[in-house]
């Protein structure tokens, strides 16, 4: 069974966003094994320079990745995918040896140089910019849409 991972900096605050967090890492249970991976703030983090945040908040990630995980950063600068495009991506993922998927949300200033180096890929969710808090859920509701599309289930309408 595929396995997923997603990584997240700091805490989802709202209520209603926790709610939707909570509801869509359950649905997914049915389709993959689902981990969320929630790594702290960096301590201080607001007295550091961007520079140094990311990098900080990156070795934490990179401390959590083995070499045969594939790591998708979403970035406003990623590629953008429709939900039928982000299934099939998802589904051609099923045939390949390596089967454990890590999605990497970020601080608010992106990634480290070196984070970039070791990700194999890069996903928008929207030329739009959403609070870090409002991407968990969308994104967690997206891998969900994906894979009811993937299944031929009415969640999603074509």
Not at 22 to 27: H, I, L
Not at 120 to 136: A, Y
């Amino acid at each position: 069974m595929l396995k997923v991972k997603l990584f997240l900096i700091g805490k989802t605050s709202y209520e209603f966003l926790k709610d939707g967090e909570q509801e869509y890492s359950k649905r997914l249970m049915h389709y993959c094994n689902f981990e969320r991976v929630d790594f702290a703030d960096i301590k201080n983090g607001k007295s550091l320079s961007r520079e140094e945040l990311k990098k900080r908040e990156s070795q934490q990630f990179l401390k959590k990745i083995e070499s045969s995980d594939f790591v998708v950063l979403l970035d406003e600068h990623g590629k953008n995918l429709s939900s039928v495009e982000l299934a099939n991506w998802i589904s051609s993922r099923l045939e390949l040896a390596n089967k454990t998927i890590i999605f990497v949300i970020g601080g608010a200033f992106g990634f480290d140089k070196e984070l970039y180096e070791r990700a194999q890929m890069k996903l928008s969710l929207s030329k739009m910019t959403f609070s870090h808090q409002m991407v968990r859920m969308i994104f967690l509701e997206q891998l969900y849409r994906g894979f009811t599309i993937m299944n031929n289930e009415k969640y999603h309408h074509l």
